[in-house]
Structure formats: structure tokens, C-alpha cells
């Protein structure tokens, strides 16, 4: 079997400085008629080029993915805003408007993308919750680098989950208030839970990701151009007695790209547990993670408010701010990163976009979901 102890030390080793990528979804409306299915080919035919250098794909119910390359901070938020901005008036343009959600409330779950990958893995995934995952759910992914001190940083995206999740909850459902997050809840868990680390603090997170590896479900075997799932429990540990073959190191690494824990590593690190920003709120978003996790006073003050939270994850998605204790401890955090912000480059008025989201979702307690509640009962 490929050597996955080796791979997953890999996954840690990076660029020892302080970029930010972030990785944007939106459903996408008609504007006329939002409950009306929008093809991806409409899509991709209004789009214009993107003075940002943003990679554009699509996830399989047809979700814009806008990829920005890592830079600096006020650089990354800078040419993503011209990159989103472009795209919000050329769709605009062509009858079609930008989700502001992270969960399509409006329209059953349709997969348009038929990549064996795709259908596979909706082959294992299974309904109503795996395709609802696949089709319906947008969310925002800030990759950071490690920095000199890829354990701290690991750490810190963990610790602060629950409470992030909280503060940018952004996808009313069901009584939750990230409904996307229940909708990950219910999938394997192998795949979606955290990764396992030890409570002192004291474990290797290279380890511990191996494991983790090791025991997830083995969702597919790629034979030549095709996919094929895997649905009897088999976990990559067995992959040898599913493949007829032993794992090969691009078995390992396709394998790693079907796991979705909440925090991922892959050279650098992957936050995925946020729900999807409208157009004008995802800076701060990026900006409030990326300053508590790389500035190392605005993560000593977070961490110390987050520490007695870590695991809520559940209760995070499910109450949010309505939660006397999450919503203490964003208070502190977002105070902390607003002060960080300039340190790390970020303007006034990103800062002050910073705070005044405080302002108005953090210390009233009504995070984004409860906007969205609010738009559907006007």
C-alpha cells in the first residue's frame, strides 16, 4: 500500500508565510423565477473574464465556484471582490442573480454535472442527503497556509469551528439555523466528522489525519476512465481486497479528495465548515478567520474564549448566537480579529466592514440566517 504515514506528513508541510485563498460558492437564481432550475451552460455563457484571476467551476447542482489565487490578505479580498463583482453584473445582465444562502431552499436537489466521479460518488452518498449535499448546499472555503507552526494553526481552525459556524450561520432549515451543516450531519461520518485529536494537545496532527485516512470509507475504485463506488463499508485500509490490486499513491491522494472533514489539510489549510456569504458579506467572513487563525495575539485571545466550546458543532448549527455561550465568545473573537486586521494589512474599510457586521449579527445574536428567515416571511 502506498505509504499514507508519508502522505499525510505532506499534507503538512507548506509555505511558511501568511496568504489567503478563498474559494467562493453561490447558488444561482433566475431572477424572475427562483424556484426555476438554471442549466449550467447558462451560466458559463454569461460569464465574463475575470480581471481577479479567479478559476471558475461548477459543482454537480450547477453551484458557481469562484477559486482565488492565495495572496496577501487585502490583495486576495481585493481582486475576488473585482471578480465577484464582474460576475454579479454580467449574470445581472443575462436575468440571473447570486445566492446570498448557503442552502437552496427553493428547488429540489437536481444533479447537472454526469462525471463518473459525480456519480459515484451520488451512488454512495445516497438521498435525500447526499444528493441534497451535491446539488443544493453552497458554502465558503478559506485556505491558509501553515505558517511556521502548522500544529498551532491546525489547532486554532478546530477550536474555533463551533463558534464560527455560529457567527456566520447562514442557511435557515428545519429548525437550524445552518441548515447545511444538518445536511452534512447526516452523511458519513467517516468522511465529514473532525478529524480526531488527542484532548492535552499533545498528539501529531500528521498522525492523526493518516488515521484518519486509513478509516474512512472507501467511497470509489477509479478503473481506467470510469468509477466505481464502493458501497459495503470497505474502508481505505482494505483497498487492496476491493481493488484486487494494492493502493497505489494516486489511489491515496483521490481518496484524500473525497473525505470533507471540517478542517482539511493538503499543504495548506482548508476551512470548510462555513456557510455560503452573499456577495457584499464574504470579506469579512475570510477576514475574521484569517486574522484568528494566523495573527498569533488575536488567536491567544480567541482560543481562550473558544477553548470550553470546542465540539459544539451541533449545537453551533442547530442554536447559533441564540446560544448565551457561542455568542460570548464571538463577541470576543470578532473584537479580536478586528483589531488583528491592520496588522496584517487589511484597511479601514475592511475593518470597519468588520465591525459593523459585529455589530449587527454578533451582538444582537441574529447571525445571516436570521436575514434570510426574515426574506422569506417579507
Not at 94 to 99: E, F, H, K, N, S
Not at 322 to 327: I, P
Not at 336 to 355: D, I, K, Q, S, T
Request: proline share 8%.
Amino acid at each position: 500500500m502506498a505509504d499514507v504515514q508519508e502522505y499525510a506528513r505532506s499534507c503538512f508541510r507548506g509555505a511558511a508565510s501568511n496568504r489567503l485563498g478563498v474559494e467562493l460558492e453561490f447558488l444561482v437564481f433566475d431572477a424572475v423565477d427562483p424556484a426555476r432550475p438554471v442549466p449550467v451552460a447558462r451560466i458559463a455563457d454569461a460569464l465574463p473574464p475575470l480581471p481577479g484571476g479567479s478559476k471558475v467551476t461548477f459543482e454537480p447542482g450547477g453551484q458557481l465556484e469562484l477559486s482565488a489565487p492565495p495572496d496577501a490578505l487585502p490583495a486576495a479580498i481585493a481582486k475576488l471582490t473585482a471578480d465577484v463583482e464582474a460576475v454579479r453584473l454580467a449574470l445581472t445582465r443575462a436575468g440571473l442573480r447570486l445566492g446570498n444562502r448557503g442552502l437552496d431552499v427553493l428547488r429540489p436537489p437536481a444533479r447537472q454535472l454526469t462525471e463518473p466521479r459525480y456519480e459515484a460518488m451520488d451512488a454512495f452518498l445516497g438521498r435525500p442527503y447526499g444528493r441534497t449535499m451535491m446539488c443544493s448546499t453552497a458554502s465558503i472555503q478559506v485556505n491558509l497556509d501553515f505558517g511556521d507552526d502548522p500544529r498551532s494553526r491546525w489547532e486554532r481552525a478546530h477550536a474555533l469551528g463551533p463558534v464560527l459556524v455560529a457567527a456566520f450561520a447562514n442557511s435557515p432549515a428545519g429548525g437550524w439555523v445552518s441548515g447545511r451543516q444538518a445536511v452534512w450531519s447526516r452523511l458519513d461520518p467517516t468522511r465529514t466528522a473532525p478529524v480526531a485529536q488527542r484532548l492535552d494537545g499533545g498528539g501529531d496532527p500528521a498522525d492523526d489525519w493518516a488515521r484518519y485516512l486509513l478509516d474512512a470509507r472507501l467511497m470509489m475504485v477509479r478503473e481506467g476512465d470510469d468509477c466505481r463506488p464502493v458501497l459495503d463499508g470497505s474502508a481505505f485500509r482494505d483497498f487492496a481486497r476491493v481493488a484486487g490490486r494494492p493502493a497505489g499513491e494516486a489511489d491515496l491522494v483521490y481518496h484524500a479528495t473525497t473525505l470533507f472533514p471540517p478542517v482539511r489539510p493538503r499543504g495548506w489549510l482548508e476551512v470548510r465548515y462555513l456557510d455560503a456569504q452573499g456577495p457584499a458579506g464574504w470579506p469579512v467572513c475570510a477576514a475574521v478567520v484569517h486574522a484568528l487563525v494566523t495573527d498569533d495575539q488575536a488567536a491567544a485571545t480567541a482560543m481562550e474564549a473558544a477553548r470550553p466550546l470546542a465540539g459544539r458543532w451541533t449545537d453551533a448549527a442547530r442554536l447559533g448566537l441564540t446560544d448565551s455561550a457561542l455568542r460570548r465568545c464571538a463577541s470576543v473573537c470578532f473584537r479580536a480579529a478586528a483589531e488583528a486586521l491592520p496588522r496584517l494589512g487589511a484597511g479601514p474599510r475592511l475593518v470597519g466592514r468588520v465591525r459593523a457586521f459585529a455589530s449587527r449579527h454578533i451582538e444582537s445574536g441574529r447571525p445571516p440566517a436570521v436575514d434570510r428567515m426574515e426574506e422569506m416571511f417579507a
